[in-house]
């Protein structure tokens, strides 16, 4: 628990100073780099990279295969901040870890927020390596990162979430992914603590209550860029079927060769997506 708001504040502003004193391009856009978009990097133009565990108070990623960097660059000629290596609630990080580098990315300049996440498939029109941009979201997560005494420099109390994910980029996405032919639904993404998977009657429930799709992460950050209004896009890669007639036995193989199927399409779709924004 977050003992004061000022204690948070100076952390956040000392990791900010550390990173600009790195002479670091003022970044437009910030892109959390999850499940399927480990090849943007491959994209893009990088000027500088700083090791999390070299940033004052940036936690640092313990799953093994995320490499815990942050990267200063251009990407579609547009000047980004990409965070590869994300903190999982499941890991053990407190929901004010999860999102202290949201806040940084705040703070270096970023106008709006991309993100990517793994997802268990709900909704029956799903298939595995499909894509689903979310539209919208339903937080079972156990804790908000937004609780304790508001940080009132950020954004207001009751953080609105009329428009989690920003309608104009939702449109565009699906308008660029129908363009590059790559199999792209809309839809509720549930989000769940983990670290373990559902069970079946959990499924059921999830798609009872409107959910195309489920996983662990996401949502926080999100919650967290709402909070400082920036305007966000996220999407799932479908890894795995959890609807009635699909639903087995989940073989992690099976995952990561689904998230990497998706990965050459998902990365053209942010790469455009990215071209194409202005503010
Ligand atoms: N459930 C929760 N999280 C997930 C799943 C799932 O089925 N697949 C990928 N992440």
């Not at 999982?88 to 106008?111: A, D, N, Q, W």
């Not at 979310?134 to 937080?139: K, P, S």
């Amino acid at each position: 628990m977050e003992e004061v708001s000022g204690n948070l504040i100076e952390k956040i502003n000392e990791a900010v100073d550390f990173i600009k004193s790195h002479n670091v391009t003022s970044p437009r856009y910030g892109i959390v780099l999850g499940t399927g978009l480990g090849a943007l990097v491959n994209e893009m133009k990088i000027e500088k990279i700083i090791n999390y565990d070299e940033i004052p108070h940036f936690p640092v990623s313990t799953v093994e295969f995320h490499s815990g960097k942050l990267m200063f660059g251009r990407l579609a000629d547009k000047p980004v901040v990409v965070m590869q290596g994300r903190f999982h609630f499941y890991e053990g990080y407190s929901m004010k870890e999860v999102t202290f580098p949201i806040r940084v990315m705040k703070l270096l300049g970023i106008e709006k927020l991309f993100m990517s996440n793994a997802a268990g498939g709900l909704n029956e029109s799903f298939n595995i390596s499909d894509l689903m941009i979310i539209n919208d979201h339903i937080n079972l997560m156990t804790q908000n990162p937004l609780t304790g005494k508001n940080l009132d420099e950020f954004g207001g109390r009751f953080t609105d979430m009329y428009e989690p994910y920003d309608f104009s980029m939702v449109h565009s996405g699906l308008k660029i992914a129908k363009e590059l032919g790559i199999q792209t639904h809309e839809g509720v993404y549930a989000a769940v603590p983990g670290p373990n998977l559902e069970t079946r009657a959990e499924y059921r429930y999830l798609s009872i209550i409107g959910a195309d799709a489920v996983g662990m992460s996401t949502v926080p950050e999100i919650i967290v860029a709402r909070h400082m209004e920036i305007p966000c896009f996220a999407v799932s890669v479908i890894t795995d079927l959890c609807y009635p007639s699909a639903v087995e036995k989940i073989d992690i193989q099976k995952i990561i060769a689904a998230a990497h199927k998706a990965e050459p399409g998902l990365t053209k779709l942010i790469t455009r997506l990215i071209g194409e924004q202005d503010s």
